[in-house]
């Protein structure tokens, strides 16, 4: 979606993108001094927004943004945004980002700032279900990243995973892998990784990485299909020689990798293990929705018709 199409929720007002304006000094532009998490929807209900806001609120706290984390604070607010933008009936990808907010030049903040809040909603890659269907292939961060970055927090300092997007896109592929200084897997620019070996799923440990929502529903998912999954170290080489790779991401959901770079993952088509994993998650997400469209239903009923 064009600028010139795109509404936004700039501060709980609906402002067209071509038309919005933020400070100059808005410390997240000055400084990338603020914070953003994006939740996918399905037919205009959110998945897993609860997990969503309390990982943004555990950042908020941290660096002491003021932020609201309650689910039905959000709710009706993303509603506007996606019926403003004629995504309500849908899927979509909805972006939360929070600022400090405007306040005099200079790294330490002014105490009482009023955050700057946005939300804005867009359609879903339209390359998305080919690429579930088919996999994708992946490329390697060209340059090795250091622990210290505050990886397990969704900051608005995004230039490794802008610059890591832009050596994908130059290579043909949807993912550029980032890697540590010892050859480590670490994560994708916007997504967790997995490889599967011998049947069972291994991914790198949390701790350097972002503790992904999908990463987490996945988490369980193979537990309760009774998939082994191991938390550890995992190597470049390892993962080149794996029988199938994934990636996990709210708005891609599960991704088959095909290959990386130049090498073919397994036989060069989605595996078993990464099929059954892709309709769990699909299963999940229907009933959750379905749950999620039953309660509302519920809480909108006149109080007679309540049980």
Known sequence: ?????????????????????????DRGFVYGDGLFETVRTYGGV??????????????????????????????PR???????NDLLRTDAAVRLTISRGAGPFGIVPARDLRPTIMM???????????????GVRVCFFPFRLVAGTLPSHKTLHYLPAVLGKMIARRRR?????????????LEGTTSNVFAVERGRLVTPPLGG?????????????ARRAGIPLVERRLTRAEILAADEVLLTASTIEILPVVRIEGSRVGDGTPGAVTRELQERYRRHVR??????????SSDTAPP????
């Open 120 to 134: 804005l909603a867009t359609p879903l890659d339209p390359r998305l279900p080919q690429a579930q269907a088919n």
């Open 287 to 296: 009933s959750t929705i379905a749950r999620s469209a039953l309660r509302s």
């Open 173 to 185: 592929a949807w993912e550029a892998i980032y890697l540590a200084t010892d050859d480590r897997v």
């Open 304 to 307: 007679s018709c309540r049980a």
């Open 1 to 25: 979606m064009s600028a010139r199409g795109l509404v936004l929720l700039l501060n709980d007002r609906l402002v067209p993108a071509a038309r919005a304006r933020i400070s100059a000094l």
């Open 46 to 75: 959110p998945f897993g927004l609860a997990h969503h806001l309390r990982r943004l609120g555990r950042s908020a706290r941290l660096f002491r943004i003021p932020f609201e984390p309650a689910v039905e604070h959000w709710i």
């Open 78 to 84: 993303l509603r506007r945004c996606l019926r403003a």
């Open 209 to 221: 990485i972002l503790p992904g929502v999908t990463r987490r529903t996945l988490t369980m998912l």
